[in-house]
Every structure is written in structure tokens, then in C-alpha cells.
């Protein structure tokens, strides 16, 4: 189990990353609540995808990239009849802006293709570093990615941080310090190795 005294130095982690959102200028709840429904959904991925790849029966080369593999299969199996029911009715529309942007076809399916390439890297990357640490920690890491990535914004497009922005990204970067000491004082406890048959 989760020592309670790391457990509790998540609260400023996540309050920050809250806050920052929150200031953010196009805010709205109903982003905000996917964006925490997204967070739970992805810490829960984490915690049991690391069981499988640590368990006595998983299967034959099933390391953190052939986990990711399969795990992002079986996601594309469920949600595309979702999305098509969902977003569906829109594919016509979001072509027809694509043409009138002057793209064409050729330059929309390298994009998309490019797009879908570095985002599937990127995620197996977080695999490969799920595979060597423990998820709690992958997931603390995934969350203050979220301050950097509303920081780096504001500088890149030069839009103004609100005070309330800024605090809430310092918090949540004191946050992830404050976790990595409570983390090093506190270690996970060995783990109990199953009795083999």
C-alpha cells in the first residue's frame, strides 16, 4: 500500500495543476471535468498496466512496448464505434474545412498519419518509463507535464499568465518537489513474491 505520506503529497500537485487550469482564458468545467476524467482513466491505465507487466502470467514477450501495443489496440476496438456515433456526422464538415483550407489530400494524410505517429512514440515512451518506475511516480510526472506544457504556451504565443495561473503552476512544480523528497523518505515496501507452484 501507498504510504499515506505520499498519498498526501500529491494534494499539492494536483491542486496546482487545478488552479493553473482553472485561470486558464478558455476555461470551462465541462473541459475541465474530461481533463480530470483524463487523468483518472490515464493513472488507472498506468497502475494496471504495471500489474500486468509485473505479474507471473503475462504472456510471452510482453514487455512495456508490447504491453502499450496491446493495450492501444483494444482502445481503438472500443472507442472507434463510439466516436463515429459521437463525431460522426461531422467527418463530412471537418473534410470540407480541411479543403477549404487548401490543404490537399495528400498533405491532410501525411499530417494525420505524422500526428498519429509521434503521439503513439510519445505514449510509448511513457510506457517504457512505466516499466521502470513505479506508477504513482509516471503519473506524478504525466501531471506537472500539464503545468510545462501550459507554460511553455503562454511563452511560445506570448499570451499572459493570470496571477492566479502562475500561482497554481508554482504550486504544483513545488508539488512534484515536495513529492520526490516525501517519495525518497518514504519508499514503496518490497514487494511480497508469489509463492511458486
Known amino acids: 500500500a501507498l504510504p499515506w505520506q505520499v498519498a498526501a503529497s500529491m494534494v499539492p500537485v494536483c491542486a496546482g495543476v487545478g488552479l493553473a487550469s482553472v485561470s486558464e482564458l478558455s476555461f470551462t468545467w465541462g473541459c475541465f471535468g474530461a481533463a480530470m476524467l483524463?487523468?483518472?482513466v490515464y493513472g488507472t491505465r498506468a497502475v494496471l498496466s504495471k500489474v500486468a507487466m509485473d505479474g507471473s502470467d503475462k504472456g510471452e514477450n510482453m514487455d512495456s512496448a508490447n504491453t502499450f501495443a496491446i493495450v492501444t489496440l483494444i482502445a481503438c476496438v472500443y472507442t472507434i464505434p463510439i466516436a463515429l456515433v459521437l463525431e460522426g456526422s461531422k467527418i463530412g464538415a471537418g473534410l470540407q474545412a480541411v479543403k477549404a483550407a487548401g490543404w490537399t489530400w495528400t498533405k491532410?494524410?501525411?499530417m494525420v498519419t505524422a500526428t498519429g505517429l509521434l503521439y503513439y512514440t510519445y505514449n510509448e515512451m511513457a510506457f517504457l518509463v512505466?516499466?521502470?518506475?513505479?506508477?504513482?511516480?509516471q503519473s506524478v510526472g504525466n501531471t506537472i507535464k500539464r503545468v510545462v506544457v501550459i507554460v511553455a504556451a503562454s511563452l511560445v504565443f506570448r499570451t499572459p499568465m493570470t496571477p492566479m495561473g502562475i500561482a497554481g503552476s508554482s504550486i504544483a512544480i513545488l508539488g512534484v518537489?515536495?513529492?520526490?523528497?516525501?517519495?525518497g523518505m518514504y519508499p514503496d515496501p518490497p514487494k511480497k513474491k508469489l509463492a511458486e507452484e
Open 38 to 40: 483524463s487523468n483518472l
Open 108 to 110: 491532410f494524410v501525411q
Open 130 to 137: 512505466l516499466g521502470s518506475v513505479a506508477p504513482i511516480t
Open 177 to 183: 518537489l515536495v513529492y520526490s523528497v516525501v517519495k
